[in-house]
C-alpha cells in the first residue's frame, strides 16, 4: 500500500480538483493551512480548484465563511454548495411559491 503525502503525490494525475470544505480545509473554527497551500499550489501550477459543500446556504455566504476563517481566495476558481443546486433547480422545475424550512 502506498501512503500519500499529500496532494502533490497524485497532482499530475488530474485536471481539476473537486473538494469538500468542512473538514478539509476548516474544522469550523480555523481553516487548515496545510491544505490551502495545497490547493493553491494545484491552482497556480495545475488547474482549476472547485470547492463543494453540502451547505444549504448560497456559495457567497459560504466563501464568506471561509474568509472569516482565514482560507485564501487563491485556494479555488469555483465553489457550489447544494443550497445553490436546490435553487437552481427549483427555479427550472417549480414555478410557484416555495417555503424554505431552515438557515437562510
Known amino acids: 500500500m502506498h501512503t500519500l503525502t499529500g496532494l502533490k503525490d497524485i497532482a499530475d494525475r488530474y485536471d481539476a480538483v473537486l473538494c469538500d470544505v468542512w473538514g478539509v480545509i476548516h474544522n469550523g473554527r480555523e481553516s487548515f493551512p496545510d491544505a490551502c497551500d495545497a490547493l493553491v499550489c494545484y491552482g497556480e501550477d495545475k ?3 472547485v470547492l463543494i459543500s453540502n451547505a ?3 456559495a ?5 465563511q471561509l474568509r472569516q476563517l482565514g482560507v485564501p481566495d487563491e485556494a479555488w476558481s469555483g465553489f457550489v454548495t447544494s443550497g445553490d443546486a436546490t435553487r437552481a433547480l427549483l427555479s427550472q422545475r417549480a414555478p410557484g411559491p416555495v ?3 431552515g438557515p437562510d
Open 47 to 49: 488547474g482549476p480548484v
Open 56 to 58: 444549504p446556504r448560497p
Open 60 to 64: 457567497q455566504a459560504v466563501h464568506d
Open 99 to 101: 417555503f424554505a424550512l
